[in-house]
């Protein structure tokens, strides 16, 4: 009971000093073992290796597409400048 009510001070001391809470802080050792022990359990040790193949080939298409956008975009800034400058040097 006397936990209870530390953890309603210490909520009503945050509200009132317009302090959000953290639910989600940083991950420890132990919660990272707990994670990797579940995530072992429910997929088994067959299946982990094919699902880090495809959250792989998930990271290198979408940095594939990252990487051609930022491409097309410089290439369209490149055509663009050229058209400015001789459109100012015929007026």
Known sequence: M??????????????????KPVLLGV??????IIILIIVLLLFGGRKIPELMR??????????????????????GMKDKEPQSNTTTAQK
């Open 2 to 19: 006397r936990g209870l009510s530390i953890f309603v001070l210490q909520l009503i001391i945050m509200l009132q000093v317009n302090v």
């Open 27 to 32: 991950l420890g050792t132990q919660e990272i």
């Open 54 to 75: 495809g959250l792989g080939r998930g990271v290198r298409e979408f940095n594939d597409a990252k990487s051609n956008v930022q491409r097309e975009i410089e290439e």
